[in-house]
């Protein structure tokens, strides 16, 4: 089986702009997370989407978003970019993922490293 | 206190011993937990999860899951200088419905 697939692997962009980073989940899988890794606060979840809905949502400002189209591939978009938001953003393949009672095994894909000038 | 505690580190172990990582949190409800491998400049690659008391093993590697003490481990056998890495612990609680990381331990398998 293929592996999660995340594009582009390199950004850089400048405060004030948007940016819209792209997941294609491992195949069959319904549940796609984003995570924001950075230095100092470590790995982070942004949100979880499964068949299309925004199921869970992690504490980070509205200027973070995403979707889920109908093949499971998922986007993430920020807006008006600022210099925090340089990071390193993973997005996780699972086939049921975040389920309430359970939280099924998730799958990391390598990467976007985004650099905000 | 922080939801998920690891100990930095950097933890050194000679090769060909056993390497343990320790992890605590704080959320008696919590009900899955996982711990990942990320090797510097890579994305994190899941290693173990498990739910329920005790022991599981796979391979060279041993999860333990403590609930009444708050704790999950991860023991390494036969420790390699390619297990020189940062390892992730990684706890879901249903009620916030995320899964929360610890900091990481960065190991470093001697030769």
């Known amino acids: 089986k293929a592996g999660v697939t995340q594009t582009p692997r390199y950004l850089i962009k400048t405060r004030g702009q948007q940016v819209t980073l792209s997941c294609s989940p491992i195949?069959?899988?319904?549940?796609v997370s984003w995570y924001q890794q950075t230095p100092g606060q470590g790995l982070q979840f942004l949100f979880e989407?499964?068949?299309?809905?925004?199921?869970n949502k992690g504490n980070f400002p509205g200027r973070f978003s995403g979707r889920q189209f109908s093949n499971s591939r998922s986007e993430m978009n920020v807006s008006t970019l600022e210099l925090g938001d340089s990071a390193l953003y993973l997005c996780?393949?699972?086939?049921?993922?975040?389920?309430?009672?359970?939280?099924?095994?998730?799958?990391f894909g390598p990467g976007t490293r985004l650099t905000v000038t | 206190q922080k939801e998920v505690e690891q100990n930095s580190g950097p933890l050194s172990v000679p090769e060909g011993a056993i390497a343990s990582l320790n992890c605590t949190y704080s959320?008696?409800?919590?009900?899955?937990f996982f711990w990942y491998r990320q090797y510097s400049g890579k994305s994190p690659e899941l290693i173990m999860s498990?739910?329920?008391?005790g022991d599981k093993e796979d391979g060279r590697f041993t999860a333990q899951l403590n609930k009444a003490s708050q704790y999950v481990s991860l023991l390494i056998r036969d420790s390699q200088p390619s297990d020189s890495a940062t390892y992730l612990c990684?706890?879901?609680?249903?009620?916030?419905?995320?899964?929360?990381f610890g900091s990481g331990t960065q190991l470093t398998v001697l030769p």
């Open positions: 959320d008696r409800g919590s009900q899955s």
């Open positions: 990684a706890v879901y609680k249903g009620s916030a419905r995320q899964l929360t």
């Open positions: 195949s069959g899988h319904r549940s």
């Open positions: 996780a393949s699972s086939s049921q993922g975040l389920a309430g009672g359970s939280a099924y095994e998730q799958y």
């Open positions: 989407y499964f068949s299309e809905t925004q199921r």
């Open positions: 498990i739910y329920s008391n």
